[in-house]
């Protein structure tokens, strides 16, 4: 299996711009989660989806941020309008069956200006 | 509320030498513990975790960590350091309740000296 992929790896954007990454879990994984890696805050839970379905998003840090995960094998994360301080580390990583751990993708360096 | 504490930000230690980085856990009921490491500019790879059984618990890399309840640590182990080992590593737990939620410690940079 390839592992979790996600793309871009880098996003350079403007402030107010609409920022869309993209997520594919390993497959057979019913859950998937995406994180935030600053080195002020740490990493931080967001969202995560079971078997496509948001279970709590109490992460996700206002309006501007939404995510989706249309299939099994796809799952978006967009920032309208997108703010210096979204400025982050993204990463997705997916779970599934009787395996607790969960698998991280290679993550996504946004950067706004 | 429930929480994983990583007490030290940084250790460094000679190549050869054995490892310690410290995780203590204050989580209800039968916690799941993990470890997980993360190479510069990469994702954080799983090493390994306690759900039952035997208290000491081998993973990736020659990694093992031993759960002690009286002490409410899973401190992480090496007997032998390599410099390939320097990373940042992350403690983390799904606690009960929260199905696969993990919630992470705040990692610690193990720096392994030539």
């Known amino acids: 299996d390839a592992g979790v992929i996600q793309s871009p790896r880098h996003e350079v954007t403007e402030m107010g711009q609409e920022v869309t990454l993209r997520c594919k879990p390993i497959?057979?994984?019913?859950?998937l989660f995406w994180y935030r890696q600053t080195m002020m805050r740490g990493l931080e839970l967001l969202i995560y989806?079971?078997?496509?379905?948001?279970?709590?998003d109490s992460g996700m840090p206002e309006d501007r941020f939404s995510a989706k995960m249309p299939n099994a094998s796809f799952s978006t994360l967009k920032i309208q309008p997108s703010e210096p301080r979204d400025s982050a580390v993204y990463f997705c990583?997916?779970?599934?069956?009787?395996?607790?751990?969960?698998?991280f993708g290679p993550g996504t360096r946004l950067t706004v200006t | 509320a429930q929480s994983v504490a990583q007490p030290e930000d940084q250790v460094n230690v000679a190549e050869g030498n054995p490892l310690t980085v410290k995780c203590t856990y204050s989580?209800?009921?039968?916690?799941?513990l993990f470890w997980y490491v993360q190479y510069p500019n990469r994702g954080l790879q799983f090493l390994l975790k306690?759900?039952?059984?035997?208290?000491l618990v081998k993973g990736s890399y020659g990694f093992e960590a031993e759960f002690n309840k009286s002490q409410t640590s899973f401190h992480l182990k090496k007997p032998s350091a390599l410099v390939s080992d320097s990373a940042l590593y992350f403690c983390?737990?799904?606690?009960?309740?929260?199905?696969?939620?993990?919630?992470f410690g705040s990692g610690t940079q193990l720096t392994v000296l030539p």
């Open positions: 990583a997916s779970s599934g069956g009787r395996l607790y751990e969960q698998y």
């Open positions: 497959s057979g994984h019913d859950y």
């Open positions: 989806f079971n078997n496509n379905v948001p279970i709590d």
């Open positions: 989580v209800s009921g039968n916690p799941y």
């Open positions: 306690y759900i039952t059984g035997d208290n």
């Open positions: 983390a737990f799904i606690s009960s309740g929260s199905a696969r939620q993990l919630t």
